[in-house]
């Protein structure tokens, strides 16, 4: 592996404060996988128990390599974008400006929704429908175990296929569910498609997981899901700048090295975070899910619909991204009592069309979809609550 930056090379400033940013992020993320306190690993880089805690709450100042090479020295490489090729500032080519009506504008998408307009979003009609709902279902707390394992596994199988299947996994519902209970391939189908079920199973358990143990969400825990979803790298084919398919390789756990605006239907090019503003959005987005979760005054659904879109606005990995964004979205719900959101696959364009309107600041029809399907999810929950039939809603053979 490369260092991030060689002999020669020049980055700004303030991307170099954010690269070193994530790494102490990173090393403390290993720290508490590994179980090891600041004594130890003092004592595993030989340096004093003063120096580590400096080093820790970002007092001392330590180069890019140095913290890098504590990662290293930790067994593990650092997740970050751009570490395993030269790091650099993104510039368009020619061929790439030249589509961009407005020269000025800056690569990637304004940042979220300011604070001011959230309490706006506070007073949807469907905003308030699904508060009340859950407040019925609270009421009828506790849910016997066995029914809620139940449900929960009901939301799971239905979730795996449709988020996967809204991305092209060519498998079928039933096929998702033999895969997942049995261990059984379907005839025929890719080999991918496979891995992708299954990585989205053991990227919930992560969630549930990290639910249980109240883990924060950090750049540390997205990466890593990331990696637990998309199961190992791969080659891509895609359409390149200059119109000819090539492939690429899709690194796994990792932010992008690369650009990946997307050339739409209609011709345009989407765009997304340039991979040099990556960490710093990331962290913008994880800092502002952190403060609104812990001050308790935005609804779940408000806070879970702006986590998922900024996911996939900033657009972060090679790939993966909308799967990490419905998880995400997912994760914010669960984490306060609420059940997951399952996006039917026959639903796909109204869901995109949702999240291209939030593009330009407008998150009601984001909020109206979104909700809609979070109250049939709460319909569920509550006949399980009741203990009535779980009876089959239209995700679960869409």
Not at 189 to 217: F, Q
Request: proline share 6%; aromatic share 8%; hydrophobic share 40%.
């Amino acid at each position: 592996m490369e260092p991030p930056v060689q002999a020669g090379q020049s980055i700004s400033n303030e991307f170099l404060k954010d690269l070193k940013i994530d790494l102490l992020e990173e090393i403390k993320g290993q720290m508490r996988e590994a179980d090891l306190n600041r004594t130890q690993l003092a004592k595993q880089l030989g340096v004093s128990k003063g120096y580590v805690s400096q080093l820790l709450n970002g007092k001392s100042s330590q180069s890019l390599d140095q913290l890098v090479s504590i990662v290293v020295t930790l067994g593990k490489y650092p997740q970050l974008s751009l570490v395993s090729s030269p790091a650099r500032e993104y510039a368009p080519s020619s061929s790439q400006a030249s589509l961009v009506a407005d020269q000025e504008q800056k690569y990637g998408l304004p940042p979220f929704l300011p604070d001011s307009n959230l309490p706006l979003l506070q007073e949807l009609p469907v905003v308030r429908e699904v508060v009340a709902l859950k407040q019925q279902i609270d009421d009828l707390r506790p849910i016997p175990e066995h029914r809620a394992k139940q449900l929960l596994q009901k939301f799971r199988y239905a979730w795996n296929f449709t988020s996967n299947a809204i991305e092209g996994n060519q498998l079928t519902y039933g096929e998702t569910l033999m895969l997942i209970r049995q261990g059984l391939t379907a005839k025929g189908k890719p080999l991918k498609d496979h891995l992708d079920v299954e990585g989205h199973e053991k990227a919930v358990d992560m969630v549930l997981s990290m639910i249980k143990e109240d883990r924060p969400l950090t750049q540390h825990t997205v990466r890593q899901l990331h990696q637990v979803l998309l199961v190992k790298s791969y080659q891509q084919r895609f359409l390149n700048e200059d119109n000819k398919y090539v492939f690429r390789t899709i690194n796994i756990g990792v932010y992008k090295r690369q650009p990946n605006h997307v050339v739409t239907a209609a011709g345009s090019i989407h765009y997304y975070a340039d991979p040099a503003e990556v960490p710093a959005r990331m962290r913008g987005l994880l800092d502002w899910y952190a403060r609104v979760k812990d001050e308790g005054k935005l609804s779940p659904l408000v806070i879970a619909a702006i986590l998922h879109h900024e996911l996939v606005a900033i657009h972060p990995f090679d790939d993966g991204n909308g799967r990490m964004g419905r998880i995400l979205m997912n994760y914010a719900l669960m984490s306060t009592g609420y059940p997951p959101i399952v996006i039917p696959l026959k639903e796909r364009e109204a869901y995109y069309r949702a999240l291209t309107v939030a593009d330009q600041g407008n998150f009601q029809p984001l909020l109206d979809y979104l909700g809609k399907h979070l109250l049939i999810s709460l319909h569920v929950q509550r006949s399980a609550a009741r203990g009535e039939r779980i009876y089959p809603y239209q995700w679960d053979e869409s």
